[in-house]
């Protein structure tokens, strides 16, 4: 039996500018894109390809089934819609043995558990793809329009260790051709990428990493590499074991890393690759300066973000506060450490107690470090309440756009379980300070949708 047509593309309409075109033809929220020139319409990236031919009709459906037509010549329709991507975001055809999303406990929004691996949401937003689903027509697709930079996780060059690090469906890749990263870059030759490894104790690091930084530098295409660390949780149930780096191991990935950095200087004129913070705060290493980073361009890997946050100066420090104010900053085990030191200064305002809270993970366990992936219950289950007058919190533990935490607990449910005022602190150790004097009312938002090894809405690390 045939398997029944795919659903059209879901091109809702989220917005019109008005006065123009389509505002004018009567469109309004809630109506459907279905075609342009005739043919229907898988994304964003697509529809602005059609209406770079200049004169196009668009046809539109009200949510009644009431249909419309208008057409363009060289202007803007004036339509926004509610998702770029229109049939459905790509899942991912692997089965990684480090894969977040197979360690996520029960109880989350269901978007969390989505295993996505889109080439568009690449494109258009940055997040890491393994390329393995790509079939025929999606490669010609990316050099046709020339898709660049995508940013690609490598892992490892060596294709029969990617292979059994990766485990891809065979029923989920549409060509095999695929699969073969270095085949797949080589091809790729026109666009820019940007990769990343995730690197396992004693699988692709040591000299496998040498040798597979060794093969990205030498295609030209490949723009950067970002290294980091296995993330593990302790809802591992039924998958392989694995464990996080040991101190003396980071430390061997950093020598490594940094002797392949002075070589690159040399040669190519830029470090190329890049370790994320939890390597240097594992091994107990002093944070690269600022200018080692070369501008962050992998910044939502991780790499920088402490450095990004301490640098700059602190704002003007009053000697005593009018009222006195008791603030507890709470964060992730591994980043307590450097957040106390960081806040020393502070310390010695009259009237300003502050304490730095290293929180434990228990809802995805001790293991998880980083301060994007406490829930709610963890600083429930950490902090009494009105022990405080305020909690502040990093900017990365609640969803981008909102004050949800991952759990679905809001910044107003901890105010309310807890008796105390609850914010986010800053971004940076400047915007801290000011919120820890009181600096109400600024509009904090996180670096990216939670943080780097966090679950993401919409990308999430494979």
């Not at 996780?153 to 029969?160: L, M």
């Not at 935490?405 to 400047?430: I, Q």
Request: glycine share 6%; aromatic share 6%; proline share 8%.
């Amino acid at each position: 039996m045939p398997l029944p047509p795919p659903p059209p593309p879901r091109a809702e309409v989220h917005a019109v500018t008005p006065g123009s075109p389509a505002a004018r033809a009567g469109v309004t929220p809630g109506w459907r894109l279905v075609a342009v020139a005739g043919a229907e319409i898988p994304d964003v990236l697509a529809y602005r390809r059609e209406l770079a031919r200049g004169e196009v009709r668009l046809d539109l459906e009200a949510p009644d089934g009431t249909p419309t037509s208008f057409e363009v010549a060289w202007e803007d329709p004036g339509l926004e819609f509610a998702d770029p991507i229109f049939d459905g975001i790509r899942t991912c055809a692997n089965k990684c043995e480090f894969c977040y999303v197979h360690q996520m406990p029960q109880g989350f929004r269901k978007s969390l558990y989505m295993m996505d691996d889109d080439f568009r949401t690449s494109f258009l937003y940055g997040s890491f793809v393994t390329l393995t689903n790509l079939a025929e027509g999606d490669v010609r697709r990316i050099l046709d329009e020339h898709l660049s930079p995508l940013y690609v996780s490598v892992h490892t060059a060596d294709e029969d260790l990617r292979s059994d690090m990766m485990k891809w469906w065979s029923s989920k890749v549409q060509d095999p051709a695929s699969t073969r990263i270095r085949d797949m870059i080589e091809r790729l030759e026109p666009i820019d990428l940007y990769t990343q490894m995730v690197l396992l104790p004693g699988r692709n690091d040591g000299d496998a990493m040498e040798s597979t930084l060794a093969y990205l530098a030498s295609r030209p295409n490949v723009q950067a590499v970002a290294a980091v660390p296995v993330g593990l949780t302790d809802h591992r149930t039924n998958l392989p074991d694995l464990r996080t780096y040991t101190a003396e191991e980071a430390d061997d990935v950093v020598r490594r890393v940094e002797a392949i950095q002075r070589r690159m200087l040399e040669t190519r004129g830029t470090r190329f690759v890049f370790l994320s913070d939890e390597f240097y705060l594992l091994a107990g290493r002093p944070l690269p300066p600022r200018e080692a980073y070369e501008g962050f361009p992998m910044l939502e890997n991780g790499v920088g973000m402490v450095r990004d946050f301490l640098d700059g100066p602190l704002p003007d420090l009053p000697a005593r506060l009018p009222t006195p104010r008791r603030v507890l900053l709470a964060t992730g085990t591994l980043f307590a450490p450097v957040l106390e030191r960081a806040v020393e200064p502070l310390r010695a305002i009259d009237g300003l107690e502050i304490e730095v809270r290293a929180v434990t993970n228990r809802t995805f366990g001790a293991v998880t470090t980083v301060a994007g992936l406490l829930a709610g219950r963890d600083l429930l289950l950490a902090i009494r309440p009105e022990e405080a007058d305020v909690l502040l919190l990093s900017p990365n533990v609640v969803k981008y756009g909102t004050d949800l935490l991952l759990d679905d607990r809001s910044l107003g449910d901890l105010r309310t379980d807890l008796r105390m005022d609850v914010e986010l602190g800053g971004t940076t150790l400047a915007d801290l300070a000011r919120t820890v004097l009181g600096d109400a009312g600024r509009a904090v938002t996180p670096q990216f949708g939670f943080s780097t090894h966090a679950v993401k809405e919409a990308a999430k690390q494979h």
